[in-house]
T-cell receptor, first 116, second 114 residues
């Protein structure tokens, strides 16, 4: 079945450590996204990528980094510079070479990061 | 840029009662509108979407929504809820004439009591 796989589901890290969250999709979608979710704040866009080897900052990119070396993969690194990293992280993808391009997103199951 | 307001952060309701979750967006230009549902510790899944045509949109699990251009609203309704409908619901809007990336509301937590 086609879909988006995020791993790990749960992750604990100590302050000062970098951590990388994996996101893989087999939907052949062009665009991929990372969102951060905190209670009562909805979804906030961290980074997005429309094409391999290119990505753009979203609304809250500070303290995060991404890469897009393959169409299927869009890993997110939460660096030690991120001041409040404990959150639920969601990866999504979409088709952009469509008419119309509606912005409909397909989501993974999420990764919950807790900084101790 | 678009903004989305979900007027209720939490909606408690008894099983088999009707429910309406409210969503308003900022711009009166042409838009695409979505409702997503999120069960605890899971990702979001699409409930329904409005792209064009009929203003009443039917989705999965018995939900429907009505697009009202003059009110810039896209309220979600279900005539009779079940315990299993307990979840977080997100309204989202994208602009066909601009960025395809949707803007999300802050979410409404639907709590269905037995």
């Amino acid at each position: 079945d086609g879909g988006i796989t995020q791993s790990p589901k749960y992750l604990f890290r100590k302050e000062g450590q970098n951590v990388t969250l994996s996101c893989e999709q087999n939907l052949n979608h062009d665009a991929m996204y990372w969102y951060r979710q905190d209670p009562g704040q909805g979804l906030r866009l961290i980074y997005y990528s429309q094409i391999v080897n290119d990505f753009q900052k979203g609304d809250i990119a500070e303290g995060y980094s991404v890469s897009r070396e393959k169409k299927e993969s869009f890993p997110l690194t939460v660096t030690s510079a991120q001041k409040n990293p404990t959150a639920f992280y969601l990866c999504a993808s979409s088709i952009i070479r469509a008419d119309p391009n509606t912005g409909e997103l397909f989501f993974g199951e999420g990764s919950r990061l807790t900084v101790l | 840029a678009q903004s989305v307001t979900q007027l209720d952060s939490q909606v408690p309701v008894f099983e088999e009662a009707p429910v309406e979750l409210r969503c308003n967006y900022s711009s009166s230009v042409s838009v695409y509108l979505f409702w997503y549902v999120q069960y605890p510790n899971q990702g979001l899944q699409l409930l329904l979407k409005y792209l064009s045509g009929s203003t009443l949109v039917k989705g999965i699990n018995g939900f429907e929504a009505e697009f009202n251009k003059s009110q810039t609203s896209f309220h979600l309704r279900k005539p009779s809820v079940h315990i299993s409908d307990t979840a977080e619901y997100f309204c989202a809007v994208s602009d066909p004439g601009g960025s395809y990336i949707p803007t999300f509301g802050r979410g409404t937590s639907l709590i269905v009591h037995p």
